[in-house]
């Protein structure tokens, strides 16, 4: 814990000044307008894409999940300072509690996840956003981030770590509503259709900033593209 607490009063200011730096292009959808769905959004992306997505979409009152585990802990205590708000917990330790918490935001308070996290594999979405969309009605947006300039952690999710002046860029799927009250097979075929989103919008963003998309997805993303 007060580990946590030296490295995000040092790392914070780090983290902002180079996110100064960062030319952020968010694409595909008025994003405005989006988080002004009075049914509520839930945007979802890769795990790896924290870093580039903490800046895009910062001072924007946006809810979202930080583990209990010491990499949410410094999560909680950064991204607060940044104009989000934290619900504690995740998919793997005290995901239940924390997805109940969310439920019980209003609307107005847009909300993010990384299904993929916080342990992985990279690009295995776990099943709890999509049931936190049917229960709440909240639309999902899938959600694609790709950097210009970057460097690739040898973590789990192979975090993207943006260089100076690097262009981010950000590109959003159409929103995707669930039904209410689906059963278990539903709501794993609501998680390969959004997980194919996201692959087809990280494809589409990797792209625009110059990349090879099939050395920056997830392993599997090519094999699983269709999926849903």
Not at 19 to 46: H, M
Not at 126 to 143: N, Y
Not at 144 to 172: E, H, K, N
Not at 198 to 220: F, H, T, Y
Request: with cysteine; proline share 7%.
């Amino acid at each position: 814990m007060r580990r946590a607490v030296w490295i995000a009063r040092i790392g914070t200011p780090i983290y902002r000044v180079l996110g100064s730096t960062w030319r952020v292009r968010i694409e595909g959808g008025d994003l405005e307008a989006l988080l002004a769905r009075k049914e509520g959004v839930l945007g979802a992306f890769l795990h790896g894409r924290l870093l580039a997505a903490g800046i895009a979409f910062q001072n924007r009152g946006i809810g979202i999940m930080s583990s209990h585990h010491a990499d949410g802990e410094l999560i909680h205590r950064v991204v607060r300072k940044m104009g989000y708000v934290t619900v504690r917990g995740s998919t793997t330790r005290g995901g239940s509690r924390a997805l109940i918490e969310m439920a019980r935001l209003a609307p107005e308070t847009p909300l993010a996840l990384t299904p993929d996290g916080p342990r992985g594999p990279e690009g295995k979405l776990q099943d709890g956003f999509a049931l936190l969309a049917s229960k709440t009605g909240r639309a999902i947006i899938p959600t694609g981030i790709a950097a210009s300039s970057c460097l690739r952690l040898g973590s789990w999710d192979r975090m993207v770590v943006p260089l100076p002046f690097s262009r981010i860029q950000v590109v959003l799927a159409e929103p995707i509503v669930l039904p209410p009250d689906l059963s278990r097979e539903e709501i794993r075929a609501a998680t390969a259709r959004v997980r194919a989103k996201i692959l087809e919008v990280e494809r589409e963003a990797w792209k625009k900033v110059g990349k090879d998309p099939v050395k920056e997805l997830p392993p599997e993303g090519e094999s699983s593209r269709n999926q849903g």
